[in-house]
T-cell receptor, first 107, second 114 residues
């Protein structure tokens, strides 16, 4: 099993702050997906990144895929309480997810 | 059509009893997955179906856990002789084609074993 490491495990910040969370592996990803799970609900797909060095933006969220395709980051600008949730990454050709980053944004 | 649905939404049972959890995937989705999420934790993969067959059941934690899928649609996860450590949210997801597709998750079944 090729493991995905996500960091930090927990993150608690104030509304308006910026943050970055990471997803890393020792092996190359063919492609990677980020999901967000809000409290009491199932995860929802945010983005799929495929090409090394790729950057995708989704409103205040910026996703980056490392040049070597072994790591990815998610940066949130001016976080809002609605961003609170569990952020999960998943190698697209694997059914397993990373352990996730649990983000809390305080008003 | 509708998204992935799961029933019941909540289930409270006594230790030692059997439980059945149901998942209705999105119509036309050939792949179906079960995950378990303990309180405050990430997703633990349990089993994957492609059609009615289960090519990967490596995540089932013990022989008390079993799952089946009939007609390429509805799936049932059965836990026999439940234990307190089985308490968790059980999530089902489906995707259009194999595990490379985007997964669409149901709301989960919260199982509490007393």
């Amino acid at each position: 099993t090729q493991l995905l490491e996500q960091s930090p495990q927990f993150l608690s910040i104030q509304e308006g702050e910026n943050l970055t969370v990471y997803c890393n592996s020792s092996s190359v990803f063919s492609s990677l997906q980020w999901y967000r799970q809000e409290p009491g609900e199932g995860p929802v797909l945010l983005v799929t990144v495929v090409t090394g060095g790729e950057v995708k933006k989704l409103k205040r969220l910026t996703f980056q895929f490392g040049d070597a395709r072994k790591d990815s980051s998610l940066h949130i600008t001016a976080a809002q309480p609605g961003d609170t949730g569990l952020y999960l990454c998943r190698r697209r050709n694997d059914m397993r997810f990373g352990a996730g980053t649990r983000l809390t944004v305080k008003p | 059509g509708a998204g992935v649905s799961q029933s019941p939404s909540n289930k409270v049972t006594e230790k030692g009893k059997d439980v059945e959890l149901r998942c209705d995937p999105i119509s036309g989705h050939t792949a179906l997955y079960w995950y378990r999420q303990s309180l405050g934790q990430g997703l633990e993969f349990l089993i994957y179906f492609q059609g009615n067959s289960a090519p990967d059941k490596s995540g089932l934690p013990s022989d008390r856990f079993s799952a089946e899928r009939t007609g390429g649609s509805v799936s049932t996860l059965t836990i026999q002789r439940t234990q307190q450590e089985d308490s968790a949210v059980y999530l089902c997801a489906s995707s259009l084609a194999r595990w490379t597709g985007t997964q669409y998750f149901g709301p989960g079944t919260r199982l509490t074993v007393l």
